[in-house]
C-alpha cells in the first residue's frame, strides 16, 4: 500500500471516528441535556437526530416515561394517635430534564430517594390530620388527591419531576395492638351472633304459635263443618225413615222389630227377662203383629 492511500486511509478513519461521536440520538421515550464541560449547554433534548462537539460536550439520556416508586412500608400516626403501617406507591415522571439534572445530578436512585422521604412526609401529615376510619375508608381517596397535589407543587419546580399518582396498597396494624384489636372483633362478632340467634329463636316461637293457632283454628272449624254435615245427614235420614214409615206403618214396624230380635238374639249366652205378654214378642206370636 502507498504513503498516500494509508494517509487516505488513516483520515478516514479518524473522520469516522470523529463523525460518531458528533451525532447522538434521542429516542421517543428518552429526553435528555446536552453538557459542555460538565455545565448544562441544552435541557430537554427532545426525540431525534443531533449533532454535538465530540469529546467537549456530553449527552445524558433519561427515561421519559412513567415510572414506579414503590415505597417502604413505614409506620404513621392518626389524628387520633393510632399507629398504622402503611405501605404506598407512586407514579412519577421527569418533565423538566435540566432542572432534574441539576437536582439529581441525573441520578435516579437519588431522584426515588428524595421523592420517598417526600411522599413519606405527606403522608404522615395527611394521616395526622384523619381519624383512622377516614383513612380506612371515608377519605383515602381525597387523601390521595390533596397528597399528589402537595407533592407536585415541590417535586416539579425543585426536581423537574411530576407525581401523576399516589396510592395506599395495604395499611395493617402494628404487631403488638393487632392482637387486641382482633378480640375485641371477635367478641363484637360473638354478640351480634348471639342477637341474631336469640331474635331467631324468638321468631320462630311466634311461628310455632301462630301455626298452632291456625291448626286449632282449622280444626275446630273441621268439626264444626263436620256437626253440620252429620246433622244434615240425620235430618235427611229422618226424613227419609218418616217417609217410608208412612207410606207404611206396619212394615215398618215389622222391619224394626225383626232388626231388635236380631240384635237382641244374637249372642248365644245373652238372658233376658220379659213379660211373655209384652209388646216386644208381639210378631212372635202373630205375623200380622195382632194381640
Do not use: C
Not at 406507591?89 to 445530578?105: C, E, H, L, M, P
Amino acid at each position: 500500500m502507498s504513503t498516500k492511500a494509508l494517509t487516505f486511509l488513516i483520515a478516514a478513519i479518524i473522520a469516522i471516528f470523529i463523525g460518531a461521536n458528533s451525532v447522538y440520538i434521542v429516542n421517543e421515550f428518552e429526553r435528555g441535556v446536552l453538557l459542555r464541560f460538565g455545565k448544562v449547554l441544552q435541557a430537554d433534548l427532545q426525540p431525534g437526530l443531533r449533532f454535538k462537539l465530540p469529546w467537549i460536550d456530553q449527552v445524558r439520556k433519561f427515561e421519559s416515561r412513567v415510572l414506579t416508586l414503590d415505597a417502604r412500608a413505614e409506620r404513621f400516626l392518626t389524628v387520633e394517635k393510632k399507629s398504622m403501617i402503611v405501605d404506598s406507591f407512586a407514579k412519577w415522571r421527569i418533565i423538566n430534564v435540566g432542572t432534574y439534572y441539576t437536582a439529581t445530578n441525573g441520578e435516579e436512585a437519588r431522584a426515588v430517594r428524595l421523592l420517598e422521604q417526600r411522599i413519606n412526609e405527606g403522608l404522615r401529615n395527611q394521616f395526622a390530620q384523619r381519624t383512622l376510619l377516614e383513612v380506612v375508608s371515608g377519605e383515602r381517596d381525597q387523601l390521595m388527591v390533596d397528597l399528589t397535589a402537595q407533592l407536585n407543587g415541590f417535586t416539579q419546580t425543585s426536581l423537574g419531576i411530576e407525581v401523576v399518582d399516589v396510592r395506599v396498597k395495604r395499611i395493617d396494624l402494628p404487631a403488638e395492638v393487632s392482637g387486641p384489636v382482633f378480640s375485641r372483633m371477635a367478641a363484637e362478632r360473638e354478640r351480634e351472633a348471639r342477637e341474631h340467634r336469640s331474635k331467631g329463636k324468638e321468631q320462630a316461637e311466634i311461628i310455632r304459635a301462630d301455626a298452632d293457632r291456625q291448626r286449632t283454628i282449622l280444626e275446630a272449624e273441621a268439626y264444626r263443618d263436620a256437626e253440620l254435615l252429620r246433622g244434615e245427614g240425620d235430618a235427611k235420614a229422618s226424613h227419609i225413615y218418616a217417609n217410608a214409615y208412612s207410606r207404611d206403618p206396619e212394615f215398618y214396624s215389622f222391619v224394626r222389630s225383626l232388626k231388635a230380635y236380631r240384635a237382641t238374639f244374637s249372642g248365644k249366652q245373652d238372658i233376658m227377662l220379659v213379660d211373655p205378654g209384652s209388646e216386644f214378642f208381639r210378631y212372635l206370636k202373630n205375623s200380622n203383629g195382632k194381640p
